[in-house]
């Protein structure tokens, strides 16, 4: 069976993922602070707890080595705050944008090489970015640099794994602006911190927003690619 881990899999694009990837007949294992009433094969942690994950993937690797056809970790999981001028950001906020979006992603991703190293599977590593990550945005300084970062992060593990007998195909994909907690926080910000809030209002009011239903689909349809390390190691779901 084709096992998928998905991080930040309780809502939003998260959500929409592991519910579209079960109906497929795939094994889901979620991680996320919050566990849905619904939800089975789910671990709850949270991900700035960064010296927890190396031991939460390692069991949920070896609980389905046997039994797997193919692994997927899907790094989703990502927080925007803090929004505010580079000169007002709180330390604290700073510290845990880095480790969700950032140290997260690379520990989670350096655990699933490292233990599927000899495994002759498929194996595939999707990291969720953001065009955040490709142009700067005033009041997103931590955001901007931790999708930056996780967008080159994927770039050395591409040439690296390209290297290796039995390769991690890896993407780095930008969804396209959604309609999900992340957008709300942003519109709820404060014009001073962040000031191109007018015009995330305005996508809002025109329905310029996706939904996280149809991104899903779409990063779904990115999974099931044939070739689907040509797709990238860098991708816009829009440009697809």
């Not at 967008?151 to 007998?165: C, G, L």
């Amino acid at each position: 069976m084709d096992v998928v881990i998905v991080t930040g899999a309780s809502k939003g694009i998260g959500h929409e993922l592991r519910e579209q990837l079960q109906a497929a007949g795939k094994r889901v294992i979620g991680i996320a602070r919050t566990v849905p009433q619904d939800a089975t094969n789910f671990v709850p942690a949270d991900l700035a707890k960064t010296n927890l994950l190396e031991g939460i993937l390692t069991s949920i690797i070896d609980e389905n080595s046997e039994t797997a056809t193919s692994f997927t970790l899907i790094n989703n999981a990502g927080i925007v705050d803090p929004i505010g001028l580079v000169g007002n950001l709180n330390a604290v906020e700073i510290e845990k944008s880095i480790a969700v979006n950032l140290t997260a992603p690379i520990i989670l991703s350096n655990t699933f090489i490292e233990k599927l190293r000899d495994v002759q599977v498929p194996k595939r590593i999707l990291n969720i970015s953001s065009g955040a990550g490709r142009n700067p945005y005033e009041g997103w300084g931590a955001y901007c640099t931790t999708k930056a970062g996780l967008d080159h992060f994927s770039r050395v593990v591409a040439m690296e794994q390209a290297n290796e007998q039995y390769p991690v195909e890896i993407v780095s994909i930008a969804p396209g602006i959604i309609d999900t907690d992340m957008q709300r926080t942003i519109r709820s910000s404060d014009e001073g911190a962040f000031p191109l809030l007018d015009q995330f209002i305005t996508y809002k009011e025109q329905g310029i927003l996706s939904s996280a239903k149809e991104t899903a689909e779409k990063l779904f349809a990115v999974l099931e690619h044939a070739d689907f390390k040509s797709i990238g190691p860098i991708a816009d779901v829009r440009k697809l």
